[in-house]
């Protein structure tokens, strides 16, 4: 392949991207030596295998992708903004909604979760950490080199640019002969092993690593949520890893799974990535449930109601998120029997939602609400996921979907799905645990500022859109003409995505405010909260519990203050913890070698980095590290620092 075939060009916006990464990746490379924190660095957060740390490096991950992907959105609502605008051409669109939908979905909501269950749940059910904490670095260097391998695609070689979902024979190199889709096949691979190995992890560690007393009917509703979003993770990843890896032999080796001559069959891939696909829009959800559940009573000063129809209601809906694949193609030729089935499902699945929503609503029925900025998010949720709900059950029937179909109505159900599904939810959880993080609060007036612009900068991108696919304007349309009267509803949607971008820029200057001037938090629990995770420091130290915690009900730390049983009794003794390893990151970057091998079919790189990667495996299967132990002595001094007694 020749240089300039390796590199895009031709676009202005790709040389500007070039630049500036160039100059940003000097920028930190001059700034690193230059106040010589390589090591700090090295030792303190690229080998660490703490989960917090590894929480707050998916949530860092998570923000810098919300942007990312963001600048696509913004860039596409750019180009509908006016009839037959010229800012983007048909292809550059295409890349331009394709990378959007992964990034979004993959990079964005999946990191942000993660990230917030690896830093709560340990802390939630009385841990030190989770069970396998080495493993526990190698999910996240293989998501964020499976990401990285993704965004590099826009500068080299060319981005996917048969939309989110990949279609075939879209997908194809008949259709697409450019890499892009190559990076699609292998980049996701590479990240979705990470996520694979994160469910695992997070289902043995909420299993086997509960706090003395704490059964499964006395976890906080966010671990539950976490364990069945952990449950779906095991059985829908899988799927993907097949069907990338069909997808890749198609594209690399010329076999012929997902053609449309030779015995191949198309609609086999659609099949299997929504096997999928359903399935992860609740692997992102079932999680927002519990961060819900958890803001809204700490909030309301109760106690969540129905627990336990909470629980069996996120119970029937992972059951039920594997039954409705289907309904994404009922216009693809499938007769009534099985259009009647999906369809069943598909609205059957709106129950058990609906069984949550009233149960939030019980919760806030004479509670003591205190209106923060976590608790506006929650309350927002409940109404502007009600509309993506209602059309989620107009889109379940088949025959009216022959209408709604692949038109702006999908787009904007999806969005009133996943935005106050998923993106409300962890900027909530962002704000609400991010003291037990840093030992401080976010500002709480600017946070206020963020959450009003986003919300109501969100109805006016998305609300229009309902009537344009109703009016018949179809998802991936790049142009329109003035005629089709899709003007000034495009218009509208376009100016609230400028105010979405600047509510989320609201949201970064907040962090950058609260960092320089925001009042330390000595307590460890300033939000008066329930659940154990608050019962500890702020910052939590390196252990999370001097002395574990024996659990006897829900909610123990507000049982606690109220003069109920302490959790921490016993003397102090030494604790065993894991040590830092720099094995995940050389894996992983080794990883990233062979996936862009694999991209460009450079077939001696994919050899080498094959054998490193099964070499670094029997390095660690052969190595004895022990970890090590913190010393009583210790223990007790980090104690009264935290404490401020030895200030």
């Known amino acids: 392949m020749k240089w300039d075939e390796l590199l895009v060009t031709g676009e202005p916006m790709i040389y500007g991207a070039q630049i500036s990464i160039l100059i940003v990746s000097l920028a930190i490379v001059i700034g690193l030596t230059y106040f010589k924190k390589w090591g700090y660095l090295w030792r303190e957060w690229l080998t660490t295998v703490d989960h917090k740390k590894i929480g707050i490096m998916y949530i860092i991950s998570a923000l810098i992708m919300l942007f990312r992907g963001g600048a696509d959105a913004i860039l596409m609502r750019a180009q509908l903004a006016v009839p037959e605008n010229g800012l983007l051409n048909s292809q550059h669109y295409n890349e331009i909604f394709t990378t959007h939908g992964v990034v979004m979905i993959l990079f964005m909501a999946m990191p942000f979760v993660i990230g917030l269950m690896n830093v709560v749940v340990p802390l939630q059910i009385g841990a030190r950490d989770v069970a396998f904490p080495r493993l526990n670095a190698v999910s996240f260097w293989l998501f964020f080199v499976g990401a990285m391998l993704f965004n590099i695609s826009f500068v080299i070689g060319g981005s996917p640019d048969a939309g989110w979902t990949a279609y075939f024979p879209l997908a194809s190199l008949e259709f697409s002969p450019t890499v892009g889709n190559n990076y699609y096949a292998i980049a996701l691979q590479i990240s979705g092993i990470g996520t694979l190995l994160t469910g695992v992890n997070f289902i043995v560690t909420i299993l086997k690593m509960r706090a003395p007393g704490m059964t499964l009917m006395k976890m906080p509703m966010f ?20 069907a990338l890896a069909l997808m890749a032999f198609d594209r690399l080796f010329g076999s012929q799974f997902f053609t449309m001559a030779n015995g191949g069959m198309d609609m086999l891939w659609a099949n299997l990535f929504w096997v999928w696909g359903h399935p992860e829009v609740y692997i992102v959800v079932l999680p927002a449930f519990g961060i819900y559940s958890e803001i809204i009573a700490t909030f ?11 629980v069996f209601s996120m119970v029937v809906i992972s059951v039920l998120s594997f039954l409705v694949w289907a309904h994404h193609f009922y216009t693809m030729g499938h007769g009534a029997t099985v259009n009647g089935f999906f369809s069943i499902t598909t609205m059957a699945i709106a129950v058990p939602t609906g069984v949550k929503i009233f149960n939030w609503l019980f919760t806030l029925r004479k509670g003591r609400i205190e209106f923060t900025t976590p608790m506006l998010y929650s309350l927002a949720f409940i109404p502007i996921f009600t509309i993506g709900g209602v059309t989620g059950v107009m889109l379940a029937m088949a025959s009216a ?54 919300a109501i900068s969100f109805n006016v ?16 349309m790049y142009t329109y003409s003035a005629s089709t009267g899709f003007g000034p509803l495009n218009l509208i949607a376009s100016i609230g995505s400028v105010g979405l971008l600047i509510g989320f820029m609201i949201l970064v200057y907040n ?6 001037y925001a009042p330390r938090d000595k307590t460890g629990d300033p939000w008066n909260a329930r659940t154990l995770e608050w019962s500890t420091h702020s910052p939590v130290p390196e252990y999370n519990f001097a002395i574990v915690p024996k659990v006897d009900g829900l909610d123990p730390f507000w049982e606690q203050k109220k003069g109920g049983k302490q959790l921490y009794e016993g003397e102090l003794e030494e604790i065993h913890m894991p040590n830092n390893s720099g094995q995940p990151i050389i894996l992983s970057a080794i990883f990233f070698v062979w996936g862009f091998g694999m991209v460009f079919s450079w077939w001696p790189a994919v050899v080498i980095s094959t054998i490193g990667i099964v070499v670094m495996l029997a390095i660690r299967s052969f190595e004895k590290d022990h970890g090590h132990h913190i010393p009583v002595s210790k223990i007790r001094e980090t104690e009264e620092r935290l404490r401020g007694e030895n200030a």
């Open 461 to 476: 991108t998305f609300l229009p859109l309902f009537f344009l696919g109703l009016k018949g304007m179809t998802r991936r």
């Open 511 to 516: 962090i950058y405010w609260s960092f320089r």
């Open 401 to 454: 979907d022959y209408q709604y179909h692949n038109t702006m109505f999908l787009v904007a159900h999806f969005h009133y799905v996943l935005i106050p599904g998923t993106v409300f939810a962890v900027i909530a959880g962002f704000y609400y645990w991010f003291p037990k993080l840093f030992g401080f609060r976010l500002n709480e007036k600017q946070g206020k500022l963020a959450f009003w612009t986003i």
């Open 300 to 310: 309301s000063r109760k106690n969540l109601y129905g627990y336990k129809s909470m």
């Open 223 to 242: 671990t539950w949520s976490i364990l069945i979003t952990s449950v779906i993770i095991l059985f829908a990843f899988p799927v993907l890893t097949v």
